[in-house]
């Protein structure tokens, strides 16, 4: 007897010693954002960042983790998710999300969401309570009231930035120029979100309110798995965002989790995917990466792209080029 509790003693501390270290790394979105907007996701990543920390620090899972950084964000006005996303044609907010968990590959996502708060957390129900993965329109409605979540007003999705983007996209008609379309103003953008748990295991997540002025029924990157997010154990998880039509067709996220696959350090495997669409489509985007040893990629060829990670107690950030600032992170 004392000899099977010594060795399940033993294996206990060894599987503690070898445990991962819990990395949390989000974006609030890439393109040509204007400097009144710095402040603005500065603080909006960092209280994101830390939302999506606390679960992992608590033991809770990847899953969970992106999705709580993602919620943060879609309840922040200055990025293109939830309250603060863009306008279709209409006037109207319609949302798209996805979460992708790499220890099974099972995915959820849902696109043209009207009524609700928060998309992100619909596609994670799909993911854990759907027999499908994606889900739009009226049937992601449908599931949602089914599986409890609550409606709200759709005008109270509407912040004023969006109503004048949407006003200034209409006299100018530059469409697609940037997420939000705005000359002096832009600067909201797709946000997402990439962990890994103490287990080794990897999550995604990514929520948007697409581009604005988009034709009514449009859906773009987002909930596409492979294009805006990518998750696998044995590889590592990506989350992208900028211009939506061409990150769909050059399926970015999968395009950086297969350099990686083939050998390809996650930093380089992010710039390389991404400087390549750019080279190819003319287009402009961002995307962070995890390897499943916890390295991280972070590049964009827009303007800028906030972004931030926590790892071994500190929070590092940044929004330009070649910018990374930290902080010290405190446990509560």
Known sequence: MTYFKTFWTL?????????????????????????????GKFDGVKIAVVAGHKILEQGGSALDAVEAAVVSMENDENFNAGYGSVLNLRGEVAMEASIMRGEDLNVGAV??????????????????????????????????????????????????????????????????RTEIGMKNEAGVGTVGAVAIDKHGHIAVATSTGGMNGKAVGRI???????????????????STTGHGESILKYCLAHSIIKLMENGTDAATATREAVTGMTDRLKNTAGAITLSKSGDVGIFFSSKRMSWAYIKSNKIYYGIEHNQILEEDYISK
């Open 11 to 39: 294996l206990f501390i060894v599987k503690g010693y070898f445990a991962m270290e819990p990395i949390i790394l989000i974006h609030g979105g890439a393109g040509d954002i204007s400097d009144s907007r710095v402040k």
């Open 111 to 176: 696109t043209l969401v009207k009524d609700f708060s928060h998309p992100i957390s619909i596609a994670h129900k799909v993911l854990t309570d759907s027999p499908h993965s994606f889900l739009g329109g009226e049937g992601a409605k449908l599931f949602a009231l089914e599986k409890g979540f609550t409606t709200v007003p759709p005008e109270s999705l509407i912040s004023e930035n969006a109503k004048k983007a949407l006003e200034e996209f209409l006299q100018h008609g530059e469409f697609g």
């Open 220 to 238: 773009g990157d987002t909930p596409l798995i492979g294009s805006g997010t990518y998750a696998d154990d044995n590889v590592g998880g990506v």
